[in-house]
């Protein structure tokens, strides 16, 4: 396939259709990034901050237009893609703040003195997701361009038209010519290759542990660095001492935002047993007001899936009404629309408890002690987020400490900011995003000894 229609997931209308990069061209657009990045780091820091805040100047002026078009290509609703694009105007301007702190070291050596700098790794290739296509992208991007490295960005098949508008937003700003690229096309073409291609010298990751860990490979070959941002299966750990009425209310939106394709989607509720019916009346109503509905209507908090593909899957885990609890409602008609649905399983093993299911449905899984959810909470093989509500300040913090996982919330489901870093235990991920530290990961440290002799 040398292209691909693009379908709204509203209402299955095609948008237009985007052709793929070839192998040839996407080798082409690697060499191009490797003079732009020799232009880009010899610059004075000063200069490339300045970049850097015109490109978050050229997003802001354009984040109704980038919302649009991740309204129509992602089926975000509106309200929400406004949010995604006004976040990649404030991760450029947070790292925008990078080039002129990347500190080195000043390290105490006898007969001389000893130096260490944090070198940019050149070309840096990005590989991003369908769920959040701007802001995921953003993460890599941003820190990268900071710490003087190239970017080559390879969005999701299905949702390439904020990534290939970034790319021009960049150019719009200044930014030296090949310096971000966005490459659309196939996994196993453009992804593969920047892999494979030896002038890529990192590669950050974001998806499915499958394919994540099939990157890894790949860049075992040539010892490259890789980032990996994977799945997930947090858990909503609300103890019976918790504001149960704020927890329930809360909860359905630490799932069902972005109808569940999240990849710190809460979609484990761990309920302490002896409050687990109370819980539950207070959930079904909170569930039953989640707005899905037409995403370009201000109020509506939930769209639809992603595709056709993704909703089959996501259907598949609820073959009949066998473990539901309840539902809220969804639209009938066009659209790959998925009623925010939840489960109670009768089995800690069932799958609807163990995979990612990445669309709206949510398992109440009830356990009877602080021992028993902190075992429940990490039996999983990933370790992405996840939450904690108690009012007991000691349990919060012996609980936190236990969960193995990268981010967690105490009383809150908030998992992002970009002042603050993001990343995975165990199979949910390597490495860190975000964050004070996200630009020096970009970096070799070259240590330099200069003799005084
Ligand atoms: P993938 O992991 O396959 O896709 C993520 C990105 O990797 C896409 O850009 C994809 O390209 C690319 N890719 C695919 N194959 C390769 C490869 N061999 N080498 C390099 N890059 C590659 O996720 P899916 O879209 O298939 O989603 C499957 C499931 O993964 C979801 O249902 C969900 O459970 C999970 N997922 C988790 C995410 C998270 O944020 N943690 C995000 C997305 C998915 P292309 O689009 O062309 O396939």
Known sequence: MTSIELINPADETVLRSVTHTTLAEVDDAILHAVSAQREWAALAPAERAAGLRRFAAA???????????????SGHPISQARWEAGHVRDVLTYYSAAPERMLGSTIPVAGGIDV???????????????????????????????????VVLKPAEWTPLTALRLAELALEAGLPEGLFQTLPGRGDVVGERFVSNENVRKIVFTGSTATGKKVMAGCAH????????????????VF?????????????????????????????ILVERSVLDRFLELLEPAVAGVKVGPVTDESTEMGPLVAKAHFDKVASYVPDDDQVAFR??????PGFWFPPTVLLPTSRTDRVVTDEIFGPVVSVLPFDDEADAIALANDSIYGLSGSIWTRDVGRAIRVSRAIESGNLSVNSNSSVRYSTPFGGFKQSGLGRELGPDAATAFTETKNVFISTD
């Open 328 to 333: 809220g409602s969804a639209p009938t008609g």
């Open 116 to 150: 260490t700098f944090l070198e940019p790794v050149g070309v840096v290739g990005i590989i991003v997701p369908w769920n959040f296509p701007m802001t995921i992208a953003a993460w890599g991007f941003a820190p990268a361009l900071a710490a003087g490295n190239a």
């Open 240 to 268: 019976a001492d918790a504001d149960l009425e704020k927890a329930a209310a809360a909860a359905p939106y630490s799932v069902f935002e972005n109808a569940g394709q999240d990849c710190c989607a809460r979609s484990r």
């Open 59 to 73: 997003v802001d002026g354009a984040v109704e237009e980038l919302a649009m078009l991740e309204v129509a290509n």
């Open 222 to 237: 040539q010892v490259k660095a890789v980032t990996l941002e994977l799945g997930g299966k947090s858990a909503n750990v």
